[in-house]
């Protein structure tokens, strides 16, 4: 059975993958946010079908979006999560905003939601994700024409 302060250790390793995550996405850092994911995560998003692998994640959802938007943050006093009782599985369920960009630069609001779901094989490892689905709110333009480079 899992105790309030393990409870807490797992909860605040959650928190800080959201945090770790809205930082990579915000500066473009496909590089620093791959090891996040497990190899073989699978995803899908609002318009993408089910995704299969990292790389493939990071090919045609995260290089098709994050250099896109401006100001990607996850409404962290809004994260829902569980943790099993065995400490290694886990999910968070997150809104999400962000900046996106008419094709004539102006800008406009594009909120979303998130789902993660998290595995490691003991407690005393990170959380990965092995599955994102990223969608946005209804009505919210899919694409967004910024122009931001990617950080190397």
Not at 14 to 26: D, G, L, P, R
Not at 95 to 111: A, I, K, L, N
């Amino acid at each position: 059975m899992t105790t309030s302060s393990e409870f807490d250790i797992d909860t605040a390793a959650i928190h800080a993958w959201f945090e770790t995550m809205h930082k990579h996405v915000s500066d473009v850092n496909f590089t620093a946010a791959t090891p996040l994911f497990d190899k073989d995560a699978v995803g899908f998003g609002t318009y993408e079908d089910v995704i299969v692998s990292r790389d493939n994640i990071i090919a045609q959802q995260w290089r098709s979006v994050w250099s896109k938007i401006e100001k990607f943050a996850f409404k962290m006093d809004q994260l829902k999560l569980d943790v099993s009782s065995d400490r290694c599985f886990a999910y968070g369920v997150v809104p999400w905003g962000s900046t996106g960009f008419h094709q004539d630069q102006t800008p406009y609001d594009r909120p979303g939601r998130a789902t993660i779901v998290f595995r490691r094989a003991m407690p005393s490892d990170p959380w990965l994700a092995i599955h994102s689905h990223f969608s946005l709110n209804q009505n919210v333009p899919q694409l967004s024409y910024g122009d931001r480079p990617e950080m190397v």
